[in-house]
């Protein structure tokens, strides 16, 4: 276990809708990255949260947005939602002064759009 | 364009042997890359890293090598047993050290 959650585990929406996901990271992750992981494909960087900063962004549009929390929490918002959007949602937290090897992924959420 | 590619077809293999996935990247200069394992519904773990100036590595019976001349890395897994199977993924920082970049994984089957 890595002891990061996500919830929830699944959730269907229809097009046009919004949603917002939750990660729950370990005491002391300052630093949490959201991914897109579509059927067999390798997960996708959306961007990464720094103290309550976005900090880096990958090649998604506004319409996902995310919000980092001092409790170690952070939502992923995705509005007007896109059939292409259904997939898998991965957080993954890394400690203060981690290295980037030391990515601990949640279990996802798997977001479906009808 | 930059590319990281991996097989996409399922490497199935007897247990007690060794698997090999292989990993090309292009237009990439990655200071490090890394492998993880994911299984079904789960998220990915990550096994190993390999900076640009090693050429391998290893962690019990895994091994990774790392040619940046060939812009490939290979992933073995010795004496291989069913629980290994899985799908593996590797990943190299892109743009900006924070962010990693992965390719679609490599599923592996070991039978009994």
């Known amino acids: 276990e890595t002891g990061v959650t996500q919830s929830p585990t ?14 729950s990271s370990q005491s002391g992750h300052n630093t949490v990255s959201w991914y897109q992981q579509a059927l067999g494909q390798g997960p996708q960087f959306i961007f990464q949260y720094y103290r309550e ?11 996902f947005s995310g919000l980092q929390f001092p409790n170690y929490s952070s939502e992923l918002n995705v509005n007007a939602l896109e059939l292409d959007d259904s997939a898998l949602y991965l ?3 890394r400690p203060e002064g981690g290295s980037v090897h030391e990515q601990y992924f ?9 | 364009s930059q590319k990281i590619e991996q097989n996409s077809e399922a490497l199935n293999i007897q247990e007690g042997k060794t698997a090999t996935l292989t990993c090309n ?4 200069s990655p200071a490090y890359l890394q492998w993880y394992r994911q299984d ?29 001349t060939l812009k490939q890395s290979l992933f073995h897994i ?27 994984g490599t599923r592996l089957l070991v039978s009994p």
């Not at chain 1, 949640?106 to 009808?114: E, F, M, S």
């Open chain 1, 53 to 63: 900063e976005e900090n880096g962004r990958g090649n998604f549009p506004p319409r």
């Open chain 2, 40 to 68: 079904p519904g789960r998220g990915p773990v990550f096994l190993l890293l390999i900076r640009e100036n090693e050429k391998e590595k290893r962690k019990e019976r895994l091994k990774v090598t790392f040619d940046t």
């Open chain 1, 10 to 23: 699944h959730l269907i929406k229809t097009r046009g809708q919004q949603v917002t996901l939750r990660c």
């Open chain 1, 106 to 114: 949640g279990p996802g959420t798997r977001l479906t759009v009808t």
């Open chain 1, 91 to 93: 957080c993954a937290s």
């Open chain 2, 25 to 28: 990247y292009t237009n990439y």
């Open chain 2, 78 to 104: 010795t004496a291989s047993q069913p629980a290994d199977s899985a799908t593996y993924l590797c990943a190299l920082d892109g743009t900006g050290f924070q962010k990693l970049v992965f390719g679609t």
